[in-house]
């Protein structure tokens, strides 16, 4: 097997006193899509700042590393930094509005990436950004790449983010709840796209949300987390089929569907703990209908399940010994 | 039959500053005890109804009911006494409360404003809302900031219902909550609808948590009801091309994938709408008439209508001549 495109290796992250992420590992394969779920607090989107080297101010790597294509991204100085983001690996966020800038226009933003890092001059910068945006589907590309943002629909503006993302063809893209902000038909059209420019420039995705739906839509692989660890792994068809852990199946219950019966839905009790105060031992345990003492002692370890799963849970540790 | 409808808009009609046509022409009925789901996406109008079917903001033209009454008609006083019999739930629970008020004082305001009770009857009051909703009277004497999104949302729905009103209006009611805390949410409005026998008019761009609430749901585009029927129709036998392709942008996690129908283009604006159907500029089975007439709610079936010149379900043929993409596995 060829190494993989990103492995991250017991990656912990803190704010002061608060451990928000605590040993993260995980592979990313060329070409491959890996979604990463969880409820606010879980610690996804720290996973993708901390890859990106762009936590916020207070946050620290404090332990692990993420390595992409045999380089140590977790230990760069900022000018090797800036110097891999945008060429070898970008992002997309929620809200392409604050994250793309109101005074530049659409071209200029795309044309500044091409620019900076393939060092094109402003004439071959403005062709390229027009060919990118009609590569993401923009209609009347040539008009709209002369567009600011606000004048440029929700889901236009996702689409002149990715295309932004994708000048320099890095090899792996973070997308950050990159549908959440749209509405479900346009969702729709994004994923189809990410889809599409995916697969033809085999491009690896880290992609980061709270919605199941997306996941099991797009991705090859999921990773669920809960309260800044992983929960449970594992291929999204095996995942979704035969969920291990008991965070992931009560979250896939606790979904209301569009087909099957309509009955009260099994919520899942208490609320998500905040980092502040994360229970010693199994950080899901409170909430468990599965809990027992052992849970509260120590944190359980990713137990390898049949189908290339893991699970964090001491029930298949008792189940394996 | 004595059965006038809790709510009753026909025509109604809002235009905002600068020429936005958010509502052109809803009707809607709200019998008593019912749930109906009011579905689309962003711009379509919802809120605006919402808004509308409490008199918070006004219409421009039309007719509104409220247990008979016309709501249109009544003067600032009678009007505050009617919203006694009104609750509304919002989206993000955070904005709606006030920070500096108690959870107390936040659901005894509604009492005070409509003099219900004394001083004593409504801390009792009060204590009964919180059980109601599942929080605690103990809770009484906190503020909103020490409590989660989830429960925020319990403490304003309390809110809504500390006047026991015959009509709940819940505006993206879950939207801003976690999966498994906006489970709890729906059981609660779910558990509270049938014990309180409450009228509820559920708006959401969730589709799912739609049809786990309401037995009828009416789908809103550009300002205008494009088809309404009981869910069991309208999601498995949808008639307007735009409610077919909203369902099939939804992907449920784990069940086998469905043909999903891309929609081209955007949603026009609100301000320029297209002539004749608003959602015939994205429609795979638009026709010359599409443009020239606006098509109206006709009945497909027992109470299904549907704002279609060609309703009915695409066929695999349409859907491959438009070269919609394929299921994904």
């Given at each position: 097997?060829?190494?993989?495109?990103?492995?991250?290796?017991?990656?912990?992250?803190?704010?002061g006193?608060?451990?928000?992420?605590?040993?993260?590992?995980?592979?990313?394969?060329?070409?491959?899509?890996?979604?990463?779920?969880?409820?606010?607090?879980?610690?996804?989107?720290?996973?993708?700042?901390?890859?990106?080297?762009?936590l916020?101010?207070?946050?620290?790597v404090?332990?692990?590393?993420?390595?992409?294509?045999?380089?140590?991204?977790?230990?760069?100085?900022?000018?090797?930094?800036?110097?891999l983001r945008?060429?070898r690996?970008?992002?997309?966020?929620?809200?392409?509005?604050?994250?793309?800038?109101?005074?530049?226009?659409?071209?200029?933003?795309?044309?500044?990436?091409l620019?900076?890092?393939?060092?094109m001059?402003?004439?071959?910068?403005?062709?390229?950004?027009?060919?990118?945006?009609?590569?993401?589907?923009?209609?009347?590309?040539?008009?709209?790449?002369?567009?600011?943002?606000?004048?440029?629909?929700?889901?236009?503006?996702q689409?002149?983010?990715i295309?932004?993302?994708l000048?320099?063809?890095?090899?792996?893209?973070?997308?950050?709840?990159?549908?959440?902000?749209?509405?479900?038909?346009?969702?729709?059209?994004?994923?189809?796209?990410?889809?599409?420019l995916?697969?033809?420039?085999?491009m690896?995705?880290?992609?980061?949300?709270?919605?199941?739906?997306?996941v099991?839509?797009?991705?090859?692989r999921?990773?669920?987390?809960y309260?800044?660890?992983?929960?449970?792994?594992?291929?999204?068809?095996?995942?979704?089929?035969?969920?291990?852990?008991?965070?992931t199946?009560?979250?896939?219950?606790?979904?209301?569907?569009?087909?099957?019966?309509?009955?009260?839905?099994?919520?899942?009790?208490?609320?998500?703990?905040?980092?502040?105060?994360?229970?010693?031992?199994?950080?899901?345990?409170?909430?468990?209908?599965?809990?027992?003492?052992?849970?509260?002692?120590?944190?359980?370890?990713?137990?390898?399940?049949?189908?290339?799963?893991?699970?964090?849970?001491?029930?298949?540790?008792e189940?394996?010994? | 039959?004595t059965?006038?409808?809790?709510?009753?808009?026909?025509?109604?009609h809002?235009?905002?500053?600068?020429?936005?046509h958010?509502?052109?022409?809803?009707?809607l009925?709200?019998?008593?005890?019912?749930?109906?789901?009011?579905?689309?996406?962003?711009?379509?109008?919802?809120?605006t109804?919402?808004?509308?079917?409490?008199?918070l903001?006004?219409?421009?033209?039309?007719?509104?009911h409220?247990?008979?009454?016309?709501?249109r008609?009544?003067g600032?006083?009678r009007?505050?006494?009617?919203r006694?019999?009104?609750?509304?739930?919002?989206?993000?629970?955070?904005?709606?409360?006030?920070?500096?008020m108690?959870?107390s004082q936040?659901?005894?305001?509604?009492?005070?404003?409509?003099?219900?009770?004394?001083?004593?009857?409504?801390?009792?009051?009060v204590?009964?809302?919180?059980?109601?909703?599942?929080?605690?009277?103990?809770?009484?004497a906190?503020?909103?900031?020490?409590?989660?999104?989830?429960?925020?949302?319990?403490?304003?729905?309390?809110r809504?219902?500390?006047?026991r009103p015959?009509?709940l209006?819940?505006?993206?009611?879950?939207?801003?909550?976690?999966?498994?805390?906006?489970?709890?949410?729906?059981?609660?409005?779910?558990?509270?609808?049938?014990?309180?026998?409450?009228?509820?008019?559920?708006?959401s761009?969730?589709?799912?948590?739609?049809?786990?609430l309401?037995?009828?749901?009416?789908?809103?585009?550009?300002?205008?009801?494009?088809?309404?029927?009981?869910?069991?129709?309208?999601?498995?036998?949808p008639?307007?091309?735009?409610t077919?392709?909203?369902?099939?942008?939804?992907?449920?996690?784990?069940?086998?994938p469905r043909?999903?129908?891309?929609l081209r283009?955007?949603?026009?604006?609100?301000?320029?709408?297209?002539?004749?159907?608003?959602?015939?500029t994205?429609?795979?089975?638009?026709?010359?008439?599409?443009?020239?007439?606006?098509?109206?709610?006709?009945?497909?079936?027992?109470?299904?209508?549907?704002?279609?010149?060609?309703?009915?379900?695409?066929?695999?043929?349409?859907?491959?001549?438009?070269?919609?993409?394929?299921?994904?596995?």
């Amino acid at each position: 097997m060829t190494a993989p495109l990103l492995s991250v290796r017991d990656l912990s992250v803190t704010f002061g006193p608060v451990r928000v992420l605590e040993g993260l590992s995980f592979d990313l394969a060329q070409g491959e899509v890996l979604g990463v779920v969880g409820e606010s607090g879980s610690g996804k989107s720290m996973t993708a700042l901390a890859i990106m080297g762009l936590l916020p101010r207070g946050g620290r790597v404090v332990a692990g590393r993420a390595v992409l294509e045999g380089q140590e991204v977790t230990a760069l100085p900022e000018r090797d930094l800036q110097r891999l983001r945008g060429a070898r690996m970008a992002m997309i966020f929620q809200e392409p509005m604050t994250s793309l800038n109101p005074v530049l226009t659409v071209g200029e933003q795309v044309a500044e990436v091409l620019r900076q890092h393939r060092g094109m001059n402003r004439r071959a910068a403005h062709a390229e950004a027009v060919k990118l945006l009609r590569l993401v589907e923009i209609p009347a590309a040539e008009r709209r790449v002369d567009d600011y943002p606000h004048q440029l629909s929700g889901g236009q503006r996702q689409r002149a983010m990715i295309a932004i993302a994708l000048a320099c063809r890095p090899r792996l893209l973070i997308a950050d709840e990159p549908t959440t902000a749209l509405d479900a038909t346009v969702q729709a059209g994004i994923l189809d796209l990410l889809r599409g420019l995916q697969r033809e420039f085999g491009m690896a995705v880290l992609l980061i949300t709270h919605d199941l739906g997306v996941v099991a839509d797009f991705a090859d692989r999921v990773l669920v987390m809960y309260a800044g660890r992983v929960a449970e792994t594992g291929p999204a068809a095996a995942l979704f089929a035969h969920p291990q852990h008991p965070y992931t199946r009560a979250l896939l219950a606790a979904i209301p569907r569009l087909t099957g019966p309509i009955a009260g839905l099994p919520s899942i009790p208490g609320v998500v703990p905040s980092p502040m105060d994360f229970p010693a031992g199994c950080r899901f345990a409170p909430r468990c209908p599965h809990a027992h003492l052992e849970c509260t002692l120590a944190p359980p370890p990713l137990v390898p399940l049949p189908d290339g799963v893991a699970a964090a849970c001491i029930l298949h540790l008792e189940r394996a010994s | 039959m004595t059965d006038v409808p809790l709510i009753e808009a026909r025509g109604l009609h809002k235009t905002f500053p600068g020429g936005v046509h958010a509502v052109d022409g809803v009707d809607l009925r709200l019998r008593a005890g019912e749930t109906l789901g009011l579905v689309g996406e962003s711009g379509c109008g919802k809120s605006t109804m919402a808004r509308l079917l409490l008199r918070l903001i006004e219409p421009d033209e039309g007719v509104l009911h409220f247990r008979g009454e016309d709501l249109r008609a009544l003067g600032a006083t009678r009007l505050r006494q009617m919203r006694r019999d009104m609750g509304i739930i919002f989206q993000d629970p955070f904005g709606s409360l006030n920070p500096r008020m108690t959870v107390s004082q936040l659901l005894a305001e509604p009492l005070v404003v409509h003099g219900i009770g004394n001083r004593a009857a409504r801390a009792q009051r009060v204590a009964e809302l919180l059980t109601l909703v599942g929080l605690l009277p103990e809770h009484a004497a906190r503020y909103p900031h020490e409590f989660s999104g989830g429960q925020r949302q319990r403490i304003a729905i309390a809110r809504a219902l500390a006047s026991r009103p015959a009509l709940l209006v819940c505006d993206e009611p879950t939207s801003a909550l976690d999966v498994s805390i906006q489970a709890q949410v729906l059981n609660l409005l779910g558990d509270l609808q049938h014990r309180l026998a409450l009228g509820v008019l559920f708006v959401s761009h969730n589709l799912a948590a739609v049809r786990h609430l309401a037995p009828r749901v009416a789908v809103m585009y550009l300002g205008r009801v494009v088809e309404e029927a009981p869910r069991e129709a309208i999601f498995s036998n949808p008639q307007h091309p735009y409610t077919q392709a909203l369902i099939s942008a939804v992907v449920d996690p784990g069940a086998p994938p469905r043909r999903r129908i891309v929609l081209r283009g955007e949603v026009p604006s609100p301000a320029n709408p297209p002539s004749g159907c608003g959602f015939r500029t994205r429609c795979l089975r638009a026709q010359r008439r599409c443009a020239e007439e606006k098509p109206y709610l006709t009945e497909q079936g027992p109470r299904h209508l549907a704002a279609c010149h060609f309703p009915g379900q695409y066929t695999m043929a349409e859907l491959e001549r438009a070269g919609t993409a394929p299921a994904h596995s």
